[in-house]
């Protein structure tokens, strides 16, 4: 039995509510009906004993279809055998006097049936007391409320776990892409869906149908809809030992409806109405989401319904105190927008529309410096998530307008690798020069190295500088030595060319393309402390500086037939960089065990926040974009040729050298 735990999926935007109140009310009507579902069953086995006791006292009466299922249906009804094993039971009572004259002279046959009968009412009468039938949804007896609040009902722990758990895997990434209202109304309506076509299957079914089930199978076909590619964790135990395998959503699920599909046509062709087990509303369920799914994938729901209202939520909760702010200022009372403003900005430091309405407040009033940290800050998170239009709006004002030496070099180096090809060739050299004056006297060898390289590519004065102090530094490689001096060596500095009157138009920059090779060392990373990782490279243990690197690019690289990996390419040279070979420490997820460096019971956790800490530390860009980088989700490829094709730019027919 595979037994789901987890899968890749792992982030949402905001809490699930909807899902949690679900569950929250499953297990509330679970407990609460605990008591009263065990006091019915015991009256209800109380009277069935007595019209057992009644009919075995006189056999030749007439039981009721159901409670002859009940006392017989351990015999099979084919070849007359239920009816010899009764013939059995009379000759039984005939010997014990059991239907001897007396009683029949006391009794006609008549009045013992309707006794028998009576008897057989209050069992009814004491089936029915039970929530099962109160609240559970009979096919024979239907009650329009029914086919809500059997969504509700369980049949056990193990009914209500299973249910729990499989609604807790689907319902919040699907509750966090469709919204509260739409997934509210959707679970309920697979749910009622689902029993609509159990009880046109079965109309006389006089069982009740509990369970949450039929809703979240709507659930699971909406989930491989619209999350086919999410890698489902599972459990299983082999010789009883546990094990856990990953397998895709688009194999497991498709195979968890053929599993129901075979066990209700087995059920059908058995001759039973149902099992305990309501598989064709499983599937009936299943088949809703994916029609469902499908429908909003087509009309693009999500697109023009979903994240419009949820935007324009944001908006309008989000810019009440901001708006307040701007009034102040339009209305000359500066002091209390910044007040507003510093307070929001408290509250959220990352909020861009804040932090660049504290900087026009700011400007106004002469106090830039003030905001300059404030700006700086939500630039950098913009570029950590992939935000590249806020910070070119921005980035040079900011520049003309920051103190000398309040850039961030870092964040300098990250704007010119990121943004080079959208940036003026001044505005890349004012890059540069801000980043320079904005380091310490102990800079980081990697931000001089970063910074050098882009000033060499804007002709900036300031790439001498930069090269002359990463050349001194104790730390610096053997091979990006060599690199700064064969960067100063040819190294140019354009004189500057008077404009032309009239003609503000600046000559287009010939760039020659670099055709790009790897030189790849592959790795094994041991331990991870102070901003080092040590590496066992092909059996020499070594260390490396995170903050030499240029870049980080990962992927998951799933191949035909091969179990699936995630490959982190630590780059010594970003693939913009004019190196032709790039320098690459490649490490796979499926040669370490991520728990070693960054200790937790959740290996896939440890992964994601060492990806994150090397991103934080290094400064570095991360590749494909920021969350592909940290596993939100990781992008996948069909091979390594094909992520080294899209992502580092690399022509796959060229060879890759192992690095020494």
């Excluded at 944001?314 to 927008?337: K, M, Q, V």
């Amino acid at each position: 039995m595979f037994i789901p735990i987890g899968h890749d999926q792992s982030t949402v935007r905001r809490l699930p509510w909807v899902t949690f109140s679900i569950m929250g009310l499953c297990l509330a009507a679970f407990l609460l009906t605990l008591g009263p579902i065990k006091s019915s069953e015991r009256l209800a086995n109380q009277r069935l004993s007595e019209v057992a006791e009644y009919f075995f006292e006189h056999p030749d009466l007439e039981l009721e279809p159901e409670i002859e299922d009940y006392l017989f249906g351990f015999i099979p009804e084919y070849q007359g055998q239920r009816d010899a094993f009764k013939e059995v039971i009379k000759e039984g009572a005939r010997g014990f006097g059991m239907m001897d004259g007396a009683d029949e002279e006391e009794e006609s046959w008549e009045e013992q049936q309707q006794i028998l009968d009576d008897l057989t009412l209050r069992f009814h009468e004491a089936v029915a007391t039970s929530p099962y039938f109160r609240y559970g949804l009979v096919p024979a007896n239907q009650k329009a409320f029914a086919y809500i609040t059997h969504q509700f009902m369980h049949g056990g722990f193990g009914h209500i776990f299973f249910n729990m758990l499989f609604l807790y895997l689907a319902g919040p990434y699907l509750e966090d892409v469709w919204g509260r209202p739409i997934f509210a109304g959707f679970y309920l309506s697979a749910g009622i869906f689902a029993a609509l076509v159990y009880v046109l299957k079965y109309p006389m079914m006089e069982g009740p149908l509990v369970g949450a089930s039929g809703a979240i199978a709507g659930l699971m076909g909406a989930f491989l809809i619209r999350h086919s590619r999410t890698k489902i964790r599972l459990l299983f135990f082999f010789f009883l030992r546990a094990r856990v395998i990953d397998a895709s959503a688009w194999i497991m699920l498709p195979l968890w409806l053929l599993r129901e599909l075979f066990y209700g046509q087995a059920i059908d062709m058995a001759g039973g109405q149902g099992s305990g087990v309501a598989h064709w509303a499983h599937v009936a369920g299943f088949a809703f989401g994916c029609v469902v799914a499908l429908s909003f994938k087509h009309f693009k729901v999500e697109e023009r319904f979903v994240e419009t209202a949820l935007e324009a939520r944001s908006i309008c909760h989000e810019n009440l105190e901001l708006e307040e702010a701007l009034e102040a200022h339009r209305g000359g009372d500066s002091d209390r927008a910044v007040e507003i403003l510093l307070a929001k900005l408290k509250a959220d430091p990352t909020d861009f529309d804040v932090a660049a309405a504290y900087w026009d407040v700011a400007r106004d009033r002469g106090e830039v410096a003030a905001a300059v940290p404030s700006m700086l800050r939500v630039l950098r998170d913009a570029l950590r998530h992939g935000d590249l239009d806020i910070v070119e709006a921005r980035w040079e004002e900011v520049l003309e307008m920051a103190p000398e030496g309040a850039i961030d070099p870092v964040l300098a180096a990250r704007v010119s690798e990121t943004l080079g090809d959208n940036l003026s060739h001044s505005l890349l050299a004012a890059t540069v020069e801000a980043g320079l004056a904005g380091l310490g006297t102990s800079a980081a060898t990697g931000v001089l190295v970063r910074l050098a390289r882009v000033g060499v590519r804007a002709k900036s004065p300031a790439a001498y500088e930069l090269i002359d102090r990463a050349l001194v530094a104790d730390d610096v490689l053997p091979e990006t030595r060599q690199e700064l001096e064969e960067m100063r060596s040819a190294l140019v500095v354009a004189e500057p060319v008077q404009e032309l009157a009239g003609d503000n138009e600046a000559e287009p920059i010939s760039v020659t393309k670099v055709e790009h090779t790897l030189k790849v060392m592959e790795a094994i990373p041991l331990e991870w402390s102070d901003g080092k990782l040590t590496i066992d490279a092909q059996g020499t243990v070594r260390p490396i500086g995170v903050h030499h690197l240029d870049a980080v690019a990962v992927a998951g690289i799933a191949e035909p037939g091969k179990p699936a990996f995630v490959l982190v390419d630590l780059m010594l040279d970003a693939p913009w960089s004019d190196r032709p070979k790039l320098r690459v420490v490649r490490l796979r997820s499926n040669a370490f065990d991520p728990r070693k460096l960054i200790p937790g019971d959740d290996g896939q956790a440890s992964f994601r926040k060492l990806l994150e800490d090397i991103l934080e530390i290094s400064g570095a860009v991360p590749l494909p974009d920021p969350d592909g980088a940290i596993g939100k989700p990781f992008r996948r490829f069909a091979g390594v040729a094909e992520y080294e094709s899209e992502v580092l730019g690399i022509d796959t027919s060229k060879l890759i050298e192992p690095a020494g």
